[in-house]
């Protein structure tokens, strides 16, 4: 969970850098760094582990100057340790940045620089748009870090958040974001001012901020902050006054902690891939499972247990571990799992889902499994909960504090950690080819440009809002893996807007709740431009000849849906297996939206509380 600080102005950057990113700390990583300009070059200190090192680093070789950046990281290309640590610096020394994102073609852009005398110092993808920039600056910017830097990020796929610093410049950082990667804040000051990724690093010296859009560059010196597009329009920026207390510090921007973390998800999901993929043999990596092949290959059978949203995210595994690891899943309520006496013995795995670890239900369910000797397994959000202590092996969903008790980020980065579990089972259990295993993990550095993309939903979505916000029932319906993501549709809906809702089986529809359509009842069909369309279609055009609203989830280029949906929300086209992770999105806005126009307490729902600890 990347944090960035930036400072130009006339104080030591150093300490307002490290403080700033010390107040990042909460977000999770595994290495920092800082870069500074004094006049004699670019200065970089870096160090795995906790700020503590890196600040140990820099008091025992102090560096000093005006202009600045510093990063924590969480591992995505490159094993944590201190060359793949940011800031990092240009071959020649003149260029220096961090980054948050996942560059979709590094491999690619890492080639062609390579194949131009280009001398990588990391096994990073964030190395290539320093190199790039560079090989820019010095072929046709004539020097200059704006046209350089935009003509670099131009070359990028996925979304980014980046901020650079030249000695050929030394007045000015440049600050790009594009697509939903991680929030910009530029903060400014008298004769100075700020960036960060995160409004708590900077609230003690400005409130005063402009929050970059996707597709915006900011240059940034002491003195001015100039917004413009990458096509170098110029922007007159919203400067908004921040209030000065904690909840606000970190709620940022945003009306309500569940729409920061709706938009958190695309550097929440870029997060959980970190470490655990082998980009250059296209493999992945969950060290923490403590798993060997033998082992792997042991189990016959393996039970989700869970409870709410991280039930639904199970269903949506089972597809992921029957068709990519071939083993046998059943999912199960973690609330009913040990009162029939569930069959389970040494080669069964059983798999737990729980953001807070702590969820009652989901731990006796974990316990029941242990008593009959099962391989215990957990994917939480709460680093050190219980249900990571008790598990023989774990995975976390690097997802960071999600206080909106209606779950989000926490929903998208469990599916995320069940795909990366079923290629580890696919690859130790020997039931993938080179080829078929290249195009799964292929797939997952897609996945955060992907989520920003389908985010930019909203203001359709508002409208919609407009439309159902006095209505009484919905029905959502899917078909194949994308079933469950009604199911979570229709309980984010009720969760938060008190609007009752069923999530259902399309090709179940007719044998019952088709009685309930007409005029008064919106229809969400989930109907993506996959292996069951066709399917989908039949089941729109059955709610329209009984006088029902359809709302159609589709795929980007698909008029056809159009001409037979009342509203079409669309999203990126995303591989059918990773689709229900870009496909909830637009769900996860419709029901915020909804409950912000009836006016409910959208991150405190009535009834319901975050972590369920009694039975």
């Known amino acids: 969970?990347?944090?960035?600080?930036?400072?130009?102005?006339?104080?030591?950057?150093?300490?307002?850098?490290?403080?700033?990113?010390?107040?990042?700390?909460?977000?999770?990583?595994?290495?920092?760094?800082?870069?500074?300009?004094?006049?004699?070059?670019?200065?970089?200190?870096?160090?795995?582990?906790?700020?503590?090192?890196?600040?140990?680093?820099?008091?025992?070789?102090?560096?000093?100057?005006?202009?600045?950046?510093?990063?924590?990281?969480?591992?995505?290309?490159?094993?944590?340790?201190?060359?793949?640590?940011?800031?990092?610096?240009?071959?020649?020394?003149?260029?220096?940045?961090?980054?948050?994102?996942?560059?979709?073609?590094?491999?690619?852009?890492?080639?062609?620089?390579?194949?131009?005398?280009?001398?990588?110092?990391?096994?990073?993808?964030?190395?290539?748009?320093?190199?790039?920039?560079?090989?820019?600056?010095?072929?046709?910017?004539?020097?200059?870090?704006?046209?350089?830097?935009?003509?670099?990020?131009?070359?990028?796929?996925?979304?980014?958040?980046?901020?650079?610093?030249?000695?050929?410049?030394?007045?000015?950082?440049?600050?790009?974001?594009?697509?939903?990667?991680?929030?910009?804040?530029?903060?400014?000051g008298d004769g100075e001012n700020y960036i960060a990724s995160d409004i708590p690093a900077i609230l003690d010296h400005t409130r005063r901020m402009i929050f970059l859009e996707s597709r915006q560059m900011a240059i940034v010196t002491a003195q001015d902050v100039t917004i413009e597009t990458l096509d170098g329009q110029a922007i007159t920026a919203t400067i908004h006054d921040v209030p000065y207390d904690p909840i606000s510090a970190v709620k940022g921007e945003y009306r309500h902690f569940m729409q920061k973390e709706i938009y958190e998800q695309s550097r929440a999901v870029a997060d959980t891939l970190g470490g655990r993929i082998d980009f250059e043999h296209m493999q992945v990596m969950l060290p923490d499972l403590n798993l060997t092949p033998e082992k792997a290959q042991a189990i016959q059978r393996l039970v989700i247990v869970a409870c709410g949203t991280s039930y639904y995210s199970g269903l949506i595994g089972k597809f992921f571990l029957e068709k990519i690891a071939r083993i046998n899943v059943e999912v199960d309520y973690g609330s009913e799992y040990r009162y029939r006496d569930p069959l389970i013995d040494a080669n069964t795995a059983v798999l737990a889902i729980t953001q807070s670890g702590e969820t009652v239900d989901t731990l006796a369910a974990m316990e029941e499994a242990r008593e009959k000797g099962a391989l215990l397994w957990s994917i939480v959000n709460a680093v050190g909960s219980q249900a990571m202590r008790?598990?023989?092996?774990?995975?976390?969903?690097?997802?960071?504090?999600?206080?909106?008790?209606?779950?989000?980020?926490a929903f998208t980065t469990s599916i995320v950690d069940q795909y990366l579990l079923a290629v580890y089972l696919g690859q130790l259990r020997g039931t993938l080819s080179e080829s078929e295993r290249r195009a799964y993990v292929e797939a997952l550095p897609k996945l955060p440009d992907l989520i920003g993309r389908a985010l930019e939903s909203a203001p359709q979505i508002e409208h919609l809002a407009d439309l159902l916000h006095h209505c009484q029932d919905f029905l959502y319906l899917g078909r194949g893996i994308n079933y469950p993501v009604a199911l979570e549709g229709a309980l984010k809906l009720k969760e938060i807007s008190y609007i009752h809702a069923e999530g259902y089986p399309a090709g179940e529809m007719k044998h019952g709740p088709i009685a309930l359509i007409d005029e008064n009842m919106p229809v969400l069909t989930i109907t993506l431009k996959d292996a069951l369309y066709e399917k989908m279609i039949s089941q729109v055009e059955q709610a329209k000849a009984r006088g029902g609203m359809v709302i159609a989830l589709a795929t980007e280029g698909d008029n056809f849906i159009a001409t037979k949906a009342d509203q079409v929300i669309y999203i990126p086209e995303t591989p059918e297996l990773l689709s229900p992770i870009v496909a909830v999105i637009p769900l996860q806005l419709l029901a915020y939206a909804v409950a912000v126009k009836r006016g409910a307490d959208v991150d405190q729902p009535r009834n319901l509380a975050k972590s369920v600890t009694v039975e």
């Open 1 to 188: 969970m990347c944090g960035i600080v930036g400072y130009v102005g006339y104080q030591d950057a150093t300490t307002l850098i490290l403080e700033g990113l010390q107040r990042l700390e909460y977000r999770g990583y595994d290495s920092a760094g800082v870069a500074l300009l004094n006049g004699q070059g670019i200065q970089v200190r870096r160090d795995v582990g906790k700020l503590s090192n890196l600040r140990a680093k820099v008091d025992s070789n102090p560096l000093h100057g005006h202009t600045g950046i510093g990063h924590t990281r969480w591992a995505t290309h490159g094993a944590p340790m201190e060359r793949n640590a940011h800031p990092h610096v240009s071959m020649s020394g003149d260029f220096v940045l961090v980054h948050n994102g996942i560059v979709e073609n590094y491999l690619e852009l890492r080639a062609e620089l390579m194949a131009e005398g280009v001398r990588f110092d990391s096994d990073t993808d964030t190395e290539v748009i320093v190199q790039l920039i560079e090989k820019f600056a010095h072929n046709g910017a004539q020097g200059d870090i704006v046209e350089a830097t935009r003509q670099a990020v131009k070359r990028l796929r996925g979304a980014h958040a980046i901020v650079v610093m030249s000695q050929v410049q030394p007045d000015r950082l440049i600050a790009v974001r594009i697509g939903n990667a991680g929030g910009v804040a530029i903060g400014l």
């Open 390 to 409: 008790v598990s023989d092996g774990y995975i976390t969903m690097n997802a960071g504090p999600e206080i909106g008790v209606a779950s989000t980020k």
